[in-house]
């Protein structure tokens, strides 16, 4: 989903680029050791918020066209106050989202309510960002975003089997000056 977010604003010529320079280098030899940072951009210290629909603030919403799926973004009491106060998101903030599939109409295409978002059908998972204490000291620097660590979760809210962070963390990488998120802006203006 992160990367079909990320492709749908490649033009024809850059996905034919991309392709190109991926095909033309080497994969790994059969010998290739992997790394030992592996593990630790594999595991995650965040947990299911159980509480998220009653202690978070709903502050956001985004149709996501390429995957027919409208997402909805909830913030703890942490990131709320700081980022309504224009400071970084301190430890101990958590972002949280619900992902829908979309409802489709007879052409299967999202139907779109009045309020400009697509209609949520089905609930398929949940996605989330925290940061802790030290959550960033065995991530190595190319992909560190402070302390936060990323999940996502089954509706059993369960970890998600074989994700692995490190996509999360290259796309949030280059966000350090907005607290490694996209939707900051938004949740500054929550609850004004």
């Known amino acids: 989903a992160t990367m079909a977010a990320i492709a749908t ?12 320079y991926f095909a033309a280098q080497p994969g790994a ?14 595991k995650t210290h965040v947990a299911f918020p159980d509480d998220y629909e009653t202690s978070f603030v709903k502050y956001h919403t985004i149709n996501f066209p390429a995957t027919r799926q409208v997402r909805y973004y909830y913030a703890n009491k942490a990131a ?8 970084p998101l301190p430890v101990g903030s958590y972002l949280f989202a619900e992902v829908y599939a979309a409802k ?3 052409g299967k295409q999202p139907v779109t309510g009045k309020d400009g978002f697509f209609e949520p059908e089905k609930l398929l998972l949940f996605t989330a960002m925290q940061s802790g204490p030290g959550w960033g000291n065995d991530i190595p620097d190319m992909l560190r975003n402070g302390d936060w660590n990323y999940a996502i979760f089954t509706l059993e809210k369960q970890h998600r089997p074989g994700v692995n962070q490190a996509e999360c963390f ?5 966000l ?9 802006k938004q949740l500054q203006a929550a609850g004004k």
């Open 170 to 174: 290259a796309c949030h990488k280059p």
């Open 176 to 184: 350090d000056n907005v607290s490694y998120v996209f939707t900051l």
């Open 80 to 87: 709320v106050d700081a980022a309504r106060a224009g400071k």
């Open 104 to 106: 489709l109409d007879a």
């Open 29 to 42: 030899s059969q010998s290739a050791q992997k790394s030992p940072l592996l593990p630790n951009v594999a």
């Open 9 to 20: 604003q490649l033009s024809a010529e850059d996905i034919v680029n991309v392709a190109a």
